[in-house]
């Protein structure tokens, strides 16, 4: 896993992954990317304004939040997680994250939304929120992009809350169409 946000350059992203794939640790993928100096974005910020988070296969995490991203920006490493904020309230946001994605049992998807609505209960986006996303992928999938999971709510009032119903509603759909495949014909 690798994410990427704050002033971003989608290379690095592809350069990230094709490290963790030989193998490297997450640390020394962050440092790979990093090397070749200050290297600026297409809309003028450079790589010391931006987030980089990686986890491998085992669970191993590295994660960088560069000294001229705006405050607050940080980042928190976990059991099986890493959060990255920017533009947030304030340090509670990332770490209450974590709290949450560990506590909560059950599917990935129920443990990151518990993650999200634990970021707006600590303050969330300084800025105010508009929209929540979720997106989960599985390696070695080909049929769409590897997606096993993707829900939007853009330009909401309420948009966690939408993203709570729509994860429901996705869930049910799954229940349905499992208890469907189970029917005798």
């Known amino acids: 896993m690798l994410a990427v946000q704050g002033r971003l350059r989608p290379q690095y992203g592809d350069e990230g992954l094709s490290f963790l794939r030989t193998g490297m640790a997450p640390r020394e993928v962050i440092e790979a990317v990093h090397r070749g100096g200050f ?3 297409p809309w003028g910020g450079n790589k010391y304004e931006m987030q980089f988070a990686v986890m491998n296969r085992k669970g191993q995490t590295a994660a960088y939040t560069g000294p001229q991203c705006q405050e607050f920006a940080g980042h928190q490493q976990g059991r099986f997680c890493i959060t990255q904020g920017n ?15 560990e506590a909560t049992p059950g599917a990935l998807k ?9 970021a707006q209960a600590n303050g969330g986006d300084r800025r105010g929120m508009m929209s929540a996303a ?4 599985k390696n070695g999938i080909r049929e ?10 853009n330009m909401n009032l309420s948009p966690l809350k939408d993203l709570r119903n729509k994860l429901k ?12 495949l189970q029917k005798p014909k």
């Open 39 to 41: 290297i600026f974005t």
């Open 87 to 101: 533009l947030v309230a304030n340090s509670r946001v990332v770490s209450a994250m974590v709290q949450a994605f």
């Open 110 to 118: 129920y443990r990151l939304m518990a993650a999200l609505e634990a």
């Open 134 to 137: 979720m997106l989960i992928v």
């Open 144 to 153: 769409n992009d590897g997606k096993v999971l993707e829900l939007k709510s």
């Open 169 to 180: 509603n996705n869930s049910d759909e799954k229940a349905k169409q499992v208890h469907s």
